[in-house]
């Protein structure tokens, strides 16, 4: 964790919180011997539970609300808002998934075919903020001066699938689009490990039976089409790793 | 300003499983070799143990092991009437990046190709006549056949500790094996690894359908391994963490399990990582290189003197290199001549999932990269092709490799993509599909090729690669026989439900298909018509070499590694039995 | 092309680099004595004097800190320089450093040169190394070697230290024992200085002979035991499991981690087949020091077995394997390796927290290293896995507390390890 070595690539990942402010990493030679430093490791970094680090108030409600009716409570488990998606996708925008530090970002950007893909001159951080704003204007002036999350269950559903089908007459907004994002972001909250602020409780994994960050299924060739039973475990562990919670 | 430094006698540029096989093999014949790698130095301590590799956002969402297209990427278009644009973000196919290369995120799936495939153009003229060839193609064999790789593909195999059984041992066909595999001299080192549910249906049936199913040969260790090097390999422990991930308990074999440890002992090897090759220096005449030039990542530039260049990039930053280096005539498809760039292919994937009814455990966690079970029936030349109207073929597989929940969990066709309907759907099916799917070979055609792009640059300054693709008539009709047996053996398997998995549209860049690129600086027996010779020496500058797939002048329904496994040893037999013997051309020209 | 001279380093160049194993320096010989400068490297291996030694520009060129009882203190020069180096002394000198502990002032050296050990080397071999650091190539480093606090820093102090602990005596063959056994004894009592680590010290630094091979905590590491008991030592082994290990880094027990990675690398694994054995038929000849029986092991169903079980088959399986026995000659097997039963659990501790790299040799280069997961279990959490693996799969040694391990975290952060 500590990456001691001062020739130590500037490996962050995309998922990390923060933008590489990193200086430049050197070249390096290697001969001898495979190099290793004592306690080097590269593990997501912690988060803190509070707060938003890229959204504002009004931004984080409206996308808790979306994410609730992408992915809504019911017998099955808990739904988006309460398994952190919008925790989720505030601490990718803010990191380096939000400013696509690691895309090829040089223009010019023509319109492309379909099989040409991704050709956004804007990171997702700003498509977010401009997307969410034009909702929320969409709201207040053809909904009766409402905000996304103080919309009914079935008005936010109907928005939703009118985003998803491209007539949703929201000006500004390239409704598909962002509804594709939001779609992709939201379902990678509720299935990532929970170290990204994203599937609480491993709910998201616990819906499938997905036993997470787990290294050795060899027992399990005795078993085939038998139940898995270990509880599923994140990266930053579970909770029978600690003694007082037996 | 460059700064020269001394020279050396080998460079090899990029550090990945060829790179590091040709380095050890020279630097064992006593050579000074410097190997230069665009990428981060990887260990699997530090890099990807099993505490932080098991993050499927991480490796197989953002990609954290690939090359970054910020730092290099190319662009494309279906077709040369079109604009080609940058692949901004990284789909069809995923390019690796630092020591390892490829080597570090594979499956591990490791074919030896067909007889037929080296030949596949006489083959098919010979047994369908010329008229059976699809129009525009650029199909040529190979100049090395089979046979004359054999040994190699043993000594690749036996490198990796490949775990599998035999299909044709010395012409004796083998009870289990893939009987249409070409006579291989001895049986695999380790014996197949053991199946989890979806294939051990899949063989059920398959052989229900008349098919021969055979285990994947698997560079997951089915038992522990020590190879020639004295590089030893775990048990696998069917993490389902192996394709995008690096393998965390040294059970995958990669150039950090296979080769490195050896690698670095030798006095005389030296890495340099984080290092970009911007060219290979010619001398003044063009016709022998003096060594690389490359920059490091604080900018400054240097220039490596060397007597031999080694090109083990990956296949499409060779060709890369190759352009911009001068190195032979670029590739015009417009008057057909030219080499590089040209008989660029890839593959052709598709397949079926099934729903299965009743309580079941697929358990689709419980993986490796190349557990599973697969038909070489409808593969190459392995049937009659007269009825179905196209060359070559695929082979059909389920290999189940993982359960990642963002990525995988299919539902049935018909289920909306979210709200209560998908969760509800989602919580029935994660445990109970199971996927059949083809990997299908793709002849080269007149307008399939490698240029650099004319208006878009990297970092550096120095021009993308431009890549022109689309699918051809001939693949699309392979790939249509191969869905239908993939559907035929999940319906066999006991699905009550089927999703038919094929894009019918242009090649698309966003879907991930396949990583294998192949073609560009293809092997042969003219210079007219090929970049390297048949010992991969560039006809125009014999002190360069080339490795990986950019040799292929096709590609075939196997994964490639095996193949550039074998022809990386082949390569380098051919430099230390011949070339340091006589430097210069092997073949003449 | 054919194969040509070593094209310059450029490890100079580009920083940083990994220092080379020379093993083959070019010779400046100021002795001809072909015979004697041969033998004189392979003793310079077999004492492995590189190992503390080490500079960037020469195994030889010193400056490395040694950790001593009473401070550090800093490994000098002794390749041929005269200004900084050994290029005044003469062979007289030389041997009087190694057997005596005195410099060629006069003044007194201090034990982390094991002259306490080194006093029995023969005076033929002691000449032969003399012989040998003469032709390394001179390079100028000028070493501090007044580093250690009063009242240490006052050398004459170890001629009192000398007295107490100090037995001067050239190396005497037992008879009626076997050469091997014998040439054993020569190597682990004197050059090998075995128990310059192994051997448990006394609050003054002074070797407990009584407690032969014991082990201890050293260096943020526990030098094992490895006398003769069958519970903590290495009393199950066979002669060729010891030279298994000596010579590879590795066997069917265990491998050989930190300080004794070093050992490996750079000593016993460039080491005659016939020492090695010699070696390891004294060591097995060693009788069992420590506790000769296991504790009961704790309860399975205990909290912290049950919490460290789970932390264990979450973290460690994936490699160790459920059952603790590892890969053979790869992974160490936890079940049948007496560092998890050692007194001190330091080792453990620190290899769960840090993570390390095995020792590498030629016939075992692949050197798997442990992962570091201090990043990822907090004290409490290393306690308890580390007490189950000391408590299962028939292991039996007292448990571990969190409190040991936050020593142990801040110890290893002050260690920069």
Known sequence: MRGRSTSRRHLLAATALVACSLPAAQARTIRGALPWSAGEAYPPPRLSAAGWLFFTEAEAAAVTAMANRLIPPDELGAGGAEAGCATFIDRQLAGSFGTSDWLYMQGPFPAGTPQQGLQEEHPPNRRYREALAAIAAHCREKMGGRLFHTLSSQEQDALLTAMEAGTSGIAGLRDKSFFELLLQNVMEGYFADPAYGGNREMVGWKLVGFPGARYDFREMLDRLDQPYTDPPVGLFGRPAWTRAAQ | ?589 | MSPRTPARRLAALLAPAFVLLLGALPAQADDNDYVAIERGRYLATVGDCSSCHLHRESPYAGGRGIEAPFGTINAPNITPDPETGLGRWTRDDFARALQQGVSRNGGHLYPALPYPWFTRISREDSDAIYAYLRTVPPVSNAVNRDTLPFPFSIRAVMRVWNGMFFEPGRFQPVIGRTDEWNRGAYLVEGLGHCGACHTPVNALGGSRRSQSFAGQALQGWYAPNIGGSSYQGIGEWGVDDVVQYLRTGANGWTRASGPMAEVVQRSTSRMTEADLRAIAVYLRDQPGRGPATAPPALAADSPRMRTGQAIYVDNCSACHRRDGQGVESMIPSLASNQIAVQAGPETLIRLVLSGSRPAATDAEPTAPAMPAFGWRLNDAQVADVVTYLRNSWGNAAPPVEASVVQTMRRQLAARGE
């Open chain 2, 1 to 589: 300003m460059t700064r020269r430094l001394p020279s050396t006698d080998v460079v090899v540029v990029g550090l990945g499983w060829t790179g590091s096989i040709m380095s050890l093999e020279l630097a064992r014949a006593g050579l000074n070799v410097v190997a230069i790698e665009r990428g981060p130095w990887r260990d699997t301590a530090a890099d990807f143990p099993p505490a932080t590799s098991a993050d499927e956002l991480r490796y197989a969402v953002r990609q954290d092991l690939f090359l970054r297209p910020a730092q290099e990427t190319l662009t494309f278009r279906n077709n040369i009437s079109q604009n080609a644009l940058p692949i901004r973000r990284w789909g069809s196919f995923l390019p690796g990046n630092g020591v390892g290369g490829a080597g570090v995120h594979w499956n591990g799936h490791t074919w030896r190709w067909h007889p037929w495939d080296f030949t596949h153009r006489s083959s098919t003229i010979e047994r369908y006549g010329a008229d059976f060839l699809p129009p525009d193609n650029m199909m040529q064999d190979w100049g090395i056949t089979y046979d004359e790789l054999e040994p190699f593909y043993d000594r690749f195999e036996y490198l990796c500790g490949i775990a599998g059984k035999a299909g044709n041992l010395r012409g004796v066909i083998q009870e289990g094996g893939n009987p249409f595999e070409g006579p291989r001299q001895r049986e695999y080192p380790t014996p197949p690894m053991r199946l989890t549910q979806a294939p051990t249906m899949f063989e059920k049936a398959a052989r229900e359908l008349g098919w021969h199913p055979f285990p994947n040969p698997s560079a997951n260790m089915s038992q522990a391994y020590t190879n020639s090097y004295g590089c030893r390999l775990a048990p696998c422990t069917y993490c389902g963490f192996c394709e995008r991930f690096g393998c965390g308990n040294y059970s995958k074999a990669s150039p950090q399990t296979c080769v490195l440890p050896a690698l670095v002992r030798q006095s005389n090897f030296e890495a340099r990582t984080e290092c970009q090759v911007t060219k290979v220096n010619l001398s003044a005449d063009g016709k022998r290189a003096t060594g690389v030039t490359y920059r490091d990542t604080s900018g400054r530039e240097w220039e490596q003197p060397a007597e031999m260049v080694l090109l083990c990039a990956y296949q499409l930053f060779n060709v890369r290199l190759l352009l911009l280096s001068g190195i032979g005539t670029p590739y015009d498809p417009r008057t057909g001549e030219g080499t590089v760039g040209r008989n660029y292919a890839y593959q052709i994937t598709g397949g079926a999932t099934g729903f299965f009814p009743g309580e079941r455990h697929f358990n689709p966690f419980v993986a490796s990269g190349s557990e599973g079970i697969v038909v070489d029936d409808f593969n190459d030349d392995n049937f009659d092709h007269t009825q179905v109207g196209f060359v070559g073929g695929s082979s059909v597989a389920c290999i189940p490799t993982n359960g990642r929940p963002i990525l995988n969990r299919p539902v049935p066709e018909g289920t909306l993509r979210w709200g209560s309907a998908w969760k509800r759907a989602t919580h029935e099916n994660y445990n109970r599909t199971a996927s059949v799917g083809i990997q299908g070979s793709v002849m080269p055609y007149r307008g399939a090729y490698l240029d650099l792009d004319p208006t878009y640059k990297d970092p550096l300054g120095l021009p993308l690669l431009r890549l022109t693709f689309d699918f051809q008539e001939n693949e699309r009709k392979l790939r249509r026989f191969g869905v239908d047996r993939c559907i035929e053996a999940v319906r066999a398997m006991g699905a009550d439900r089927v999703i038919r998995n094929e894009i019918t549209g242009p090649y698309d860049i966003v879907p991930y298909q396949s990583t294998h690129t192949t073609g560009g600086a293809i092997m042969g027996a003219d210079p007219k018509t090929s970049v390297v010779n048949k010992y991969c020496q560039s006809w125009d500058v014999p002190n360069v070499f080339m490795a990986g797939a950019s040799l292929f002048p096709m590609n075939a329904g196997f994964n490639p590694t095996g193949t550039v496994g074998a022809l990386a040893y082949w390569a380098v037999d051919a430099i230390r039995e011949r070339y340091l013997k006589a430097p210069g051309p092997l073949v003449p020209a």
